[in-house]
């Protein structure tokens, strides 16, 4: 059992940054790949980024490629996204969540979720 908890999302300004933590704790953390998904108003759940158990394959959504950074730090339970260049259509709720698989891109794969964090971005 992995227990998740979001945090750092809020209001931007087209252009700006935020940095998004997800807080794990339960079963071992490293075990893991992390990923992140968002949801917007109307729409589906999206793939935006993953990170494998040991940092060294991360796979990133075409639509943030070049803005977006995954990162993770096993020792402190924690994986991030740094959000740079943010655009209004990035504007959603953003979920991570834990996979057993090593890369995996589609929500059926993963095996826990967060409840979420908004991030608006205004034009």
């Known amino acids: 059992q992995v227990q998740l908890v979001e945090s750092g999302g809020g209001l931007v300004q087209a252009g700006g940054s935020l940095r998004l933590s997800c807080a794990a704790s339960g079963r071992t953390f490293s075990s893991y790949a992390m990923g992140w998904f968002r949801q917007a108003p109307g729409k589906e759940r999206e793939f935006v980024a993953v990170?494998?158990?040991?940092?060294?394959?991360?796979y990133y959504a075409d639509s943030v490629k070049g803005r977006f950074t995954i990162s993770r730090d096993n020792a402190k339970n924690t994986v991030y996204l740094q959000m740079n260049s943010l655009k209004p259509e990035d504007t959603s709720v953003y979920y991570c969540?834990?996979?057993?698989?090593?890369?995996?891109?589609?929500?059926?794969?993963?095996?826990?979720w967060g409840q979420g964090t908004q991030v608006t971005v205004s034009s």
């Open positions: 969540a834990a996979t057993r698989y090593y890369n995996g891109r589609r929500e059926y794969e993963y095996d826990y």
């Open positions: 990170i494998n158990w040991s940092a060294g394959s991360t």
